[in-house]
């Protein structure tokens, strides 16, 4: 590529991109695509980006163009574990499976879950884990929470519980290693993949035969779901991961009490 060019895309993308909102001017259910029509863009372009896309012929992306060719894409991007999909309050939890804390900070959200009503608020889980069998493990249970109503949440205690005790059992034998895959994420040779092993505790379990599919439908979705993580972390100002953000206000510390207060 010529610098004539490379100096014209550079220009072009500055062009392209503004800003990103400011996360003080963030609230509930700005993210929510079954309440709202369009959602917030990150790499919404400027007005002279405007111009130069309407000079190609071309268009401004979105986040809902980009994953309209996934059927589910709705619920892979705002998947509700608990509540009414259109309840007005909304508890948006950011997980990282990678962080040993996230598994207590889920332990506060299912806390906080049996003091809801499923008509006032809703729970929804994204995660962008620093370990890759992060994504499996979220689009399962993206999966679950459309497959299987009712059973999200304690999918997720399982998961990030039973993440944990594998790296303890590593740590303690001095294997310790990165889950990259289902099969580093086993403490040893004889047992299940994390998710694998969940698939028969369902009810009703997944069939042996449509085991396969599942996993590849659950990848598929963990993807999706850990770009609009990003998204959102970034929306609303989030510095780390796990956190979790109740109707637009991140919270400083997380507690079962803390989110239903916050509620309220």
């Not at 259109?86 to 598994?103: H, I, K, N, W, Y």
């Not at 679950?144 to 519980?161: M, T």
């Not at 990259?180 to 028969?200: C, F, K, L, W």
Request: charged fraction near 20%; aromatic fraction near 10%.
């Amino acid at each position: 590529m010529s610098k004539l060019a490379v100096n014209t895309c550079a220009c072009a993308l500055g062009l392209l991109l503004a800003a990103a909102p400011c996360c003080l001017a963030a609230s509930a259910n700005d993210y929510n695509p079954y309440m709202r029509e369009s959602l917030p863009n990150l790499r919404q372009p400027t007005a002279q980006g405007r111009q130069f896309l309407k000079s190609l012929g071309a268009h401004e992306t979105s986040l809902e163009n980009e994953a309209a060719h996934r059927a589910d894409w709705r619920s892979e991007v705002y998947p509700v574990v608990f509540g009414d999909r259109t309840a007005p309050g909304e508890v948006l939890v950011l997980l990282d499976f990678s962080r040993p804390e996230s598994e207590q900070v889920w332990k506060a959200v299912a806390g906080a879950a049996r003091q809801m009503r499923p008509a006032a608020a809703k729970i929804v889980v994204l995660a962008n884990s620093a370990e890759h069998f992060g994504t499996d493990l979220t689009g399962f249970g993206i999966w679950i929470a459309a497959q299987r109503p009712g059973q999200a949440v304690d999918y997720f205690s399982y998961a990030l519980h039973r993440w944990n005790e594998v790296k303890a059992a590593q740590r303690s034998r001095s294997c310790l290693r990165k889950f990259s895959n289902e099969y580093d994420a086993v403490a040893t040779d004889r047992d299940m993949p994390i998710h694998y092993a969940y698939m028969g505790r369902l009810k009703p379990p997944v069939p042996a035969a449509e085991e396969l599919a599942v996993a590849r439908y659950a990848y598929g979705a963990g993807s999706v779901n850990q770009y609009q993580a990003t998204q959102i972390a970034r929306y609303y100002g989030v510095e780390g991961l796990p956190a979790v953000i109740v109707n637009g206000r991140v919270l400083e510390r997380v507690s079962a009490d803390a989110i239903v207060q916050a509620l309220r």
